[in-house]
């Protein structure tokens, strides 16, 4: 298997392991009814960032432009890291292993006057940044997203490294 190879690989892999992950995400909140909190709602932004970006490099890749995808790449690298970290703040603060933010709750949009709030007031529920909605397997959303970001973080550096290989071959 030649670099370019492997780095195609990568780079599929993680387009898809990233679309599947804020699929999940969007489900669990459409269809499964569990409302997401400002941190969890700002956990997505490195999918809707990264994933464009694992694009732009598949893109150049193939037009044998390894360079500049490699490039692109690492910054990839750097946005599914940063989202990790994210997921290890928020997870660290449901186990109260740190405080969380103070100012964080309610991802599920503000009425629009004091007249329907106070229809609506049993409808409205405040979201916690510090408290998991949901375990799986003992890890909360906030903590599968610390392990799917640092995955997908890793299959944009071996991505970058094979292309940085393919330059050479």
């Known amino acids: 298997m030649t670099k370019a190879t492997t780095a195609r690989a990568a780079m599929t892999v993680l387009l898809l392991g990233g679309l599947a992950v804020i699929a999940t995400a969007?489900?669990?909140?459409?269809?499964?009814?569990?409302?997401?909190?400002?941190?969890?709602?700002?956990?997505?932004?490195?999918?809707y960032v990264g994933l464009p970006l694992t694009v732009l490099?598949?893109?150049?890749?193939?037009?044998?432009?390894?360079?500049?995808?490699a490039l692109v790449l690492l910054l990839t690298v750097a946005v599914f890291a940063y989202g990790s970290g994210?997921?290890?703040?928020?997870?660290?603060?449901?186990?109260?292993?740190?405080?969380?933010?103070?100012?964080?709750?309610?991802?599920?949009?503000?009425?629009?006057?004091?007249?329907?709030?106070?229809?609506n007031l049993g409808g409205y529920?405040?979201?916690?940044?510090?408290?998991?909605?949901?375990?799986?397997?003992?890890?909360?959303?906030?903590?599968?997203?610390?392990?799917?970001?640092?995955?997908?973080?890793l299959l944009a550096l071996i991505g970058a490294v094979s292309l940085r290989g393919a330059i050479k071959e």
């Open 26 to 47: 969007w489900g669990f909140q459409l269809i499964g009814g569990y409302d997401p909190c400002e941190l969890c709602l700002e956990q997505r932004v490195p999918y």
């Open 57 to 69: 490099a598949l893109v150049l890749a193939s037009k044998g432009r390894h360079g500049p995808a």
């Open 125 to 153: 529920r405040i979201v916690s940044c510090t408290e998991a909605a949901l375990r799986v397997l003992g890890l909360s959303f906030a903590g599968w997203n610390a392990v799917a970001s640092a995955g997908l973080a």
């Open 86 to 119: 994210l997921g290890v703040y928020q997870a660290g603060a449901e186990w109260d292993f740190w405080q969380g933010p103070t100012d964080c709750g309610g991802g599920s949009g503000a009425p629009k006057s004091a007249a329907s709030m106070l229809e």
